[in-house]
C-alpha cells in the first residue's frame, strides 16, 4: 500500500506566540489545517473538490501532544500521513518537527466524515472517494 505524506514548512509569526514567545496551543489546528490542504492539492482531495463532487468534509475528531514548545522565528516541518481506512471518512496523522535537529514538537490526529449538502451525513463512501483510493491507495 502507498503511503501518502506531505510536508510543509511553517513560519511561527509573531502573532502566534505569547509574552513567554510560546506559540498559542490554539494555533496548532491551523497548521493541521495548513498541512490538509497541502495534501489536498497534491492528491486531488481539496475541499473545493469534495464540495464540487457533493460533499462537506467536516472535521468530528482532532487531538494533538506537546512535546516540545513552539517559540517564535522557529521554522518546524509539519508533515501529514494519510490513514487509509474502509470507513466513509478521511484520516490524517500529523507530526511537527524541528527543521534544524528533527526534535519532534508535536503529534496529532484529525477524522473528517462526509456529509452532503443539506448537512446530513452519508453512512456509505461516496463514488468519487472510493475511486480516489484506488488510485492512489491501490498497491
Not at 34 to 55: P, T
Amino acid at each position: 500500500m502507498n503511503s501518502l505524506t506531505t510536508t510543509i514548512g511553517l513560519n511561527i509569526r509573531f502573532s502566534e506566540v505569547d509574552s513567554m514567545n510560546v506559540v498559542w496551543h490554539g494555533s496548532y489546528p491551523l497548521y493541521f489545517e495548513d498541512a490538509r490542504e497541502a495534501f489536498g492539492r497534491k492528491y486531488d482531495l481539496g475541499y473545493m473538490e469534495i464540495f464540487r463532487q457533493g460533499y462537506y468534509a467536516p472535521l468530528v475528531e482532532m487531538n494533538l501532544q506537546y512535546k516540545k514548545p513552539l517559540v517564535y522565528g522557529m521554522h518546524p516541518l509539519i508533515t501529514v500521513t494519510y490513514r487509509p481506512t474502509e470507513a466513509a471518512k478521511i484520516v490524517f496523522d500529523y507530526e511537527i518537527r524541528d527543521e534544524f535537529d528533527g526534535v519532534l514538537i508535536a503529534t496529532g490526529h484529525s477524522v473528517q466524515v462526509f456529509t452532503d449538502l443539506s448537512h446530513q451525513l452519508v453512512w456509505f463512501t461516496p463514488p468519487f472517494y472510493q475511486e480516489w483510493k484506488q488510485k492512489w491507495i491501490a498497491p
